[in-house]
Each structure stands twice: as C-alpha cells, then as structure tokens.
C-alpha cells in the first residue's frame, strides 16, 4: 500500500491541492488545483478547466517534475495541522481513459515516489516520511 487508509481517507476528504511544477527557465510554478485519489492506479488525478492549454499541463509534458501538497488546520486551539506532501513524477494525459478527476478532459497524474504525512495518521509507523517501493 502506497498510502495509509487514514491518509486515504484524507485525500477523499480534501478537494483542494497544490501542485507545484518546474518552468522551463528553471523556476518553479505552485498553482492550486482540484484533485480526485485514484484507487485503482493509487495516483493522485488533477483535472480542470483548461488544462491542455495551462502552464503546469505544459511543463510536466516537457519534465515531469512535480510535487503536490493537500493540508488543512483542524484546530487553531490547540494548534493542529494536517498535511500530506507527495513528490514524484506526473504524467501530462490529453485523453484519459481511467481518470478519476472532477472534472472531465485533459488531466495531469502525479505518481508518488515519496510522502510526507503529519498529523492524518498519528500514531502510526506506515506514516511520516517515507519513500514508495518501486513498481
């Protein structure tokens, strides 16, 4: 299992993400995005309006360099984040056959090959930092 079922749980949760991807001039691009976990290929799906022409669609067709982040604040007292940060590659996909995005069309798929998680599942060791066993 690529993530924990708690950390699943969170991403079903969530609606909102930011993906962050690299411009050709070497900067980097941080845009938020709507989002949908993909059970079946236990990817992350973005999709939305739009994409194909987008800078962030164009910048993982050319490297697929990305790193995306879902967190919230549960409480402001006491103080209580939740976030998961997922970097690896994506893919830029202009007809998909098997997405899971809210909305339809073009969408970009991250593939995790490391996250960081705290406070979705406290208290477990499959969680925190760690690196995705090769597929």
């Known amino acids: 299992m690529i993530f924990t079922e ?11 993400g ?3 991807t690299l411009q050709p ?10 989002f949908r976990y993909n059970r079946e290929l236990r990817a992350i799906d973005i999709g939305g309006g739009g994409m194909a022409a987008s800078r962030k669609f164009r910048n993982v067709l050319a490297n697929g ?3 995306f982040v879902v967190d919230d604040v549960l409480s402001a007292d006491p103080w209580q984040v939740r976030c998961l940060e997922i970097r690896g590659w994506g893919e830029a996909i202009a007809e998909p056959a098997d997405s899971v995005a809210p909305t339809p069309g073009p969408i970009i798929r991250v593939h995790p090959k490391r996250i960081i998680s705290f406070g979705v599942d406290p208290g477990n060791p499959a969680a925190g930092k760690r690196d995705v066993p090769s597929r």
């Open 6 to 16: 708690r950390e699943i749980a969170y991403l079903d949760d969530q609606r909102i």
């Open 18 to 20: 930011r993906l962050a």
């Open 25 to 34: 001039n070497g900067t980097l691009q941080v845009s938020p995005v709507g």
């Open 65 to 67: 360099k990305v790193a």
